[in-house]
């Protein structure tokens, strides 16, 4: 999947609880569709909990993507749903550190893909206290509709960052790509509910 820099798209979350505590089944509206905003503004995440036999369900989105393409086996017939006449795949799997996750905590996602940040282009990146890198891979509109690719350079002055975290862009030198194709990804959120992967 190429050219994906700024596409936009909507994902469902259906949580289960088990012993090992909350557990997210995220189902994605790409490349099936672009979340239709008609739609999209008219989902109710109890009433989808309900439908699916879900614990709880969460409204991810709009978001767009930030990797300019992702690697991944879409072999096999893959697994569809309806959401309010949303159509949308199963794509990952997330452990949650709880049922309402808190900014700058880090949840594992079970994804099985590369995501590939192409050499010339600008990132957008966290860094931790302990020096860890968390590349911006998704942008976000849920707590503000308004935000905008171009207004991503200087989030820094609007985030409200930990102490010893730190927010920058820089453009790539060589190509960044982001394998947890064998491995669980780790992936935390912004006070604005941008989403971040951990650079290994």
Not at 67 to 86: C, L, V, Y
Not at 106 to 114: D, T
Not at 172 to 199: E, F, G, H, M, P
Request: aromatic share 8%.
């Amino acid at each position: 999947m190429d050219d994906l820099r700024g596409k936009r798209y909507g994902e469902v979350l259906l949580i289960s609880v088990g012993a090992g505590g909350p557990r997210a089944t995220v189902y994605n509206t790409f490349p099936l569709n672009d979340c239709p905003a008609e739609l999209w503004s008219q989902l109710d995440a109890d009433s989808l909990a309900e439908e699916h036999g879900a614990a709880a369900a969460l409204l991810n989105g709009p978001r767009y993507w930030l990797m300019d393409s992702i690697e991944k086996d879409m072999s096999g017939q893959p697994e569809t749903a309806a959401f309010g006449g949303i159509d949308m795949i199963r794509q990952a799997a997330v452990e949650l550190t709880s049922m309402n996750p808190a900014p700058y905590l880090s949840n594992e996602v079970s994804r099985n893909a590369v995501f590939v940040f192409d050499s010339g282009e600008p990132v957008f990146e966290l860094t931790d206290p302990g020096g860890g890198r968390w590349v911006m891979q998704t942008w976000s509109q849920v707590v503000d509709p308004a935000l905008a690719y171009e207004d991503l350079p200087g989030l820094a002055t609007r985030l409200d960052l930990p102490q010893g975290w730190s927010y920058r862009m820089r453009v790539l030198d060589d190509d960044l790509r982001i394998d947890t194709s064998s491995q669980a990804a780790q992936v935390l959120q912004d006070d604005l509910t941008n989403s971040y992967s951990l650079v290994r």
